[in-house]
């Protein structure tokens, strides 16, 4: 078969189709930006409550002897609490 008319795609859908292309790439690059900043921002949000609150402020106990049966020990407001 032969085609007379061989003609390929026109500039202007090339280009529609590259910018399509980009802003789909910026779209998932922002989404990804987006929720690595959020969890930093709650991280953040979390060590600054840390920092002004206490062991009884938080329901816990300071630790003695550094001991904490059953949980994690943590730094808070300069105490070592444990927190189950």
């Known amino acids: 078969m032969m085609y007379k008319n061989k003609k390929g795609i ?5 280009m529609l189709i590259i910018i399509a292309l980009v802003l789909v790439a910026v779209g998932a690059v922002w989404y990804v930006v987006q929720n690595v900043l959020e969890q930093g921002q709650s991280e953040t949000e979390q060590a600054a409550g840390d920092i002004f609150a206490n062991c009884a402020d938080v329901g ?15 730094l808070i407001g300069g105490e070592y ?3 189950v």
């Open 10 to 14: 026109s500039g202007v859908i090339t």
């Open 60 to 74: 816990t106990v300071t630790t003695e002897n550094g001991t904490c049966t059953g949980g994690e020990i943590r």
């Open 81 to 83: 609490c444990c927190i």
